[in-house]
C-alpha cells in the first residue's frame, strides 16, 4: 500500500522554540492531507486540512498563527509548532488519502513534541 | 457523522477470535463503517470497511447487522501483535466527504498469551 512517512519521530525543545515537522507521501501525491494530535491517552483529534496550493482549513479551537501548516508540493505537508510551550507537547499524526480512491486513509508513523 | 459507541477496553486469548463490536444507532444510508487500529505509538491503519454487506479481507472480517444499527470487527486468530486500539468510525464514503475521519475513543483490545 502507499506509505506516508514524517520527519522527525520525535523532538525535544525549549519553550518558545519553533519545530516543524514533515509529512511526506512516499509513492503517490496528495493533493490533501491531514494533521491530528493526540495527547496521552486520548484519541487522535484533527488539527487542520493542508491543501496543496491554498491555504488549510483549520478546526475550531486550532489556532492558526501558531500552528503554521505549508502543503508547498504534491508530496509534501509542513506544520510548523510556533513559540511552542509544554502545553503544545503530544502526538502529532499526518494522514494523506488512498490515491486509488477507495475513501481510504495512509497515515504516517506520527511525531512526538516535547516542549521542556 | 454519525455516533459510534464502543466498549473501551477487551481481552482477547492469544490464537482465539477477538469480536469487537461498534453501536452506529444513527447511521444513515450513505454512511459506511470504518475500522482502523492505533498499535502503541505508531499512527493508525486501515483494517476494512462496509456499507451493507459483510466484508473480508487478510486482516479481518466485518459483520454489518442488516438494520446497520451496529457491527463486530472479527480477528479470526488474534496474536500478540494485535494488541491496539480499534477504532469503528462512520462517515459519508464514495470521495464526498473530504476523507477527514472523526475518531471516537475506541477499544483498546489486549491480547494475551
Known amino acids: 500500500g502507499a506509505v506516508v512517512s514524517q520527519h522527525p519521530s520525535w523532538v525535544i525543545c525549549k519553550s518558545g522554540t519553533s519545530v516543524k515537522i514533515e509529512c511526506r507521501s512516499l509513492?503517490?501525491?496528495?493533493?490533501?492531507m491531514f494533521w491530528y494530535r493526540q495527547f496521552p491517552k486520548q484519541s487522535l483529534m484533527l488539527m487542520a486540512t493542508?491543501?496543496?496550493?491554498?491555504?488549510?482549513?483549520?478546526e475550531q479551537g486550532v489556532e492558526k498563527d501558531k500552528f503554521l501548516i505549508n502543503h508547498a508540493s504534491l508530496t509534501l505537508s509542513t506544520l510548523t509548532v510556533t513559540s511552542a510551550h509544554p502545553e503544545d507537547s503530544s502526538f502529532y499524526i499526518c494522514?494523506?488519502?488512498?490515491?486509488?480512491?477507495?475513501?481510504?486513509?495512509?497515515f504516517g508513523p506520527g511525531t512526538r513534541l516535547t516542549v521542556l | 457523522d454519525a455516533k459510534t459507541t464502543q466498549p473501551p477496553s477487551m481481552d482477547c486469548a492469544e490464537g482465539r477470535a477477538a469480536n469487537l463490536p461498534c453501536n452506529h444507532s444513527?447511521?444513515?444510508?450513505?454512511?459506511?463503517v470504518y475500522w482502523y487500529r492505533q498499535i502503541h505509538s505508531q499512527g493508525p491503519q486501515y483494517i476494512i470497511h462496509?456499507?451493507?454487506n459483510n466484508e473480508t479481507n487478510e486482516m479481518a472480517s466485518l459483520i454489518i447487522t442488516e438494520d446497520r444499527k451496529s457491527s463486530t470487527l472479527i480477528l479470526p486468530h488474534a496474536t500478540l501483535r494485535d494488541t491496539a486500539v480499534y477504532y469503528c468510525?462512520?462517515?459519508?464514503?464514495?470521495?464526498?466527504?473530504?476523507?477527514?475521519?472523526?475518531f471516537g475513543g475506541g477499544t483498546r483490545l489486549m491480547v494475551k498469551p
Open positions: 509513492d503517490f501525491q496528495a493533493t490533501t
Open positions: 444513527t447511521i444513515s444510508g450513505n454512511e459506511y
Open positions: 462496509g456499507l451493507k
Open positions: 468510525i462512520v462517515r459519508v464514503g464514495g470521495g464526498n466527504a473530504g476523507n477527514m475521519l472523526t
Open positions: 493542508s491543501n496543496e496550493g491554498s491555504k488549510a482549513t483549520y
Open positions: 494522514s494523506a488519502p488512498d490515491p486509488r480512491g477507495t475513501d481510504t486513509q495512509y
